[in-house]
């Protein structure tokens, strides 16, 4: 999030890291990134050491699918090297409470650079793929959320609330109220066509469990960060059973060449070819679930910070790729 919470300043979250974690820090300063999460770098007079994410997790449910995904990440790290995973509190728990619906996670803090989330070429694609092939062939571990073909990436955000956003008309929330629910409106009939698409599609994949394997949930770019000794995949709260697709689909799916195939099948991936059906499941997937994300955020009471500006831009670009994509449905 571009905006640090005002419940939680660095300097809770430094004390809390000192208290829970038992290492020496003496600040944690505000990162502006990412959509769904706060992040800090915390550090000593040394320099950084650590970074902090804090999650909102709205109910028991979403906390301990978060926890669980923690603890399978934690899993992989001690046999993947380029998995970054949370590391456990002096008690042995991976994550912590620090105000109601947040919780504290902390991982190391890595020495290199990011993308911004696109794929420049087929070499990129073809790093990433190989750290998915050897993720993709590797045992499932204990704790491993079962991803389900569902709308919304939190519980309380999902199929019925985008459905009750479409159904309320014009929003009061905020000053993006009035041009988001237009915007939304406008393109209710393919969202509804979608909607519809994405149900058949997801009855058809929840059938083929035998085939699914461990994938990371979002390994674009902006995960991957480029270290002195290699590149290394972060962000595992996502990571969960699932067709391969899910992974695969901006990664060897829209790849100009094989390059980034035989990477993947060098490390251990499946070599045939991918699901057309199961790759636009979870692309509608991405869309709806941002549209919800979005729908649900400027129908409530908000501001005109620039997580909010952000998020309309982002909406505008939901919007426009599911009528790009799906509009002959509607």
Not at 157 to 169: F, K, P, T
């Amino acid at each position: 999030m571009m905006v640090e919470p005002p419940e939680l300043p660095g300097s809770r979250v430094a004390t809390a890291v000192r208290r829970e974690w038992g290492v020496d820090v003496t600040y944690a300063e505000h990162v502006e990134a990412g959509a769904g999460a706060w992040h800090w770098v915390v550090g000593d007079d040394g320099g950084p050491q650590w970074f902090a994410t804090v999650d909102r997790v709205a109910t028991g449910e979403e906390r301990r699918d978060r926890v669980d995904a923690y603890e399978a990440a934690g899993q992989l790290a001690r046999h993947l090297p380029f998995v970054v995973a949370p590391v456990h509190t002096r008690d042995g728990r991976v994550a912590v409470d620090v105000a109601p619906g947040m919780l504290l996670s902390v991982a190391p803090y890595l020495e290199g650079t990011a993308g911004d989330g696109d794929f420049p070429d087929d070499a990129r694609r073809a790093e990433v793929a190989a750290m998915l092939g050897d993720l993709h062939s590797y045992v499932r571990p204990r704790h491993l959320p079962v991803w389900r073909p569902r709308v919304g990436w939190r519980a309380t955000v999902q199929r019925a609330e985008l459905e009750s956003c479409l159904d309320a008309g014009t929003w009061t929330g905020g000053p993006w109220s009035v041009p988001a629910s237009r915007l939304v409106a406008d393109a209710r009939p393919v969202v509804d066509a979608c909607l519809k698409r994405f149900r058949l599609l997801g009855a058809a994949v929840t059938g083929t469990l035998n085939r699914w394997v461990v994938t990371h949930g979002e390994p674009h770019t902006a995960n991957v960060v480029s270290t002195p000794d290699g590149p290394r995949l972060v962000d595992w709260e996502t990571v969960a059973l699932a067709p391969r697709e899910r992974d695969l689909r901006e990664v060897l799916g829209e790849a100009a060449g094989q390059e980034p195939w035989f990477a993947y099948v060098e490390t251990g991936g499946r070599p045939e070819p991918l699901s057309p059906a199961t790759l636009e499941l979870f692309a509608l997937q991405w869309h709806l679930s941002e549209v919800a994300e979005y729908a649900v955020r400027f129908s409530r009471p908000h501001e005109d910070t620039a997580d909010d500006r952000r998020c309309f831009g982002d909406l505008e670009a939901e919007v426009a790729a599911l009528v790009q994509g799906w509009g002959g449905l509607a």
